[in-house]
């Protein structure tokens, strides 16, 4: 790489000693060896955005489908949302106190309210696709195996948060999550010398559950690049193929 550098170095400094004088066969050589060494791939710019348009497509709806299904959270330790700190401080005092059907309820309730919540995710991850320029997808095809899912956090991460939050309110309300915190907090109050403070329960699981939405992203990325399997069209085995 360094030796092509050179010559290309070298060349670009005869051009300007001789201008003119260059004959157009050597012009023609510089340009294909400059488009070689700007794109050693061998990808065109449409290639390159269009693999990784599709890899995205590939990898959020691998993603959603995985976190939205039944137990898509709550089986996972990877992303299970577990219990808010407060609570876990107090979790052998509760059950202790009989409150152990409750606990247990209310982490599952977190969970199942983000599997509910994840399948609105999909169309703001598609909306950051379509804005995905030539730059962007050459930097994430040279960036690391986490690079597509650090583009879509920087696109969808403010977006995702103003959608999910009153969705995930919503479906905690619907789940039960509420009123199971609820009853453990007022269990938590009238322990002595219990860790209390003010909780915001929608951030919480907003939060926890686009955690862990990014996380399972970042892993169906990951596949894409390193599992030749995983690329299931023809373009994406190019472009990745030429990493």
Do not use: C
């Not at 510089?30 to 794109?39: A, F, I, V």
């Not at 309110?169 to 199971?180: F, Y």
């Not at 596949?223 to 299931?232: G, S």
Request: glycine share 6%; no cysteine; charged share 25%.
């Amino acid at each position: 790489m360094k030796s092509r550098a050179l010559i290309l170095i070298i060349s670009l400094m005869f051009v300007v000693s001789y201008g003119r004088q260059v004959d157009a066969g050597f012009q023609d050589w510089l340009k294909e060896t400059t488009k070689k060494l700007g794109g050693e791939k061998g990808l065109s710019e449409d290639e390159i955005v269009n693999g990784l348009k599709q890899a995205l497509e590939v990898g959020t709806n691998n993603a959603v489908s995985t976190v939205s299904q039944t137990d898509g959270y709550f089986k996972n330790p990877k992303i299970r949302i577990p219990l808010p700190e407060n609570v876990m401080k107090a979790e052998k005092l509760l059950r202790a106190s009989g409150f152990g059907d409750q606990i247990n309820e209310f982490e599952l309730s977190m969970n199942r309210a983000a599997e509910r919540a994840a399948p609105e995710a999909k169309s703001i991850f598609l909306d950051a696709v379509k804005q995905m320029s030539f730059t962007d997808a050459r930097q994430i095809l040279d960036g690391p195996d986490d690079a597509a899912t650090q583009y879509f956090q920087g696109k969808t991460s403010g977006r995702l948060q103003e959608i999910f939050k009153p969705i995930t309110h919503q479906a905690m309300s619907e789940v039960g999550v509420t009123n199971s915190y609820q009853s453990i907090d007022d269990k938590i109050k009238t322990i002595p010398f219990a860790d209390r403070m003010s909780f915001d329960l929608d951030q919480y699981v907003t939060d926890k559950a686009l955690n862990g939405l990014y996380l399972m992203l970042a892993e169906e990325e990951k596949k894409i690049r390193q599992d030749p399997a995983a690329r299931v069209t023809n373009l994406l085995k190019k472009v990745f193929a030429s990493e």
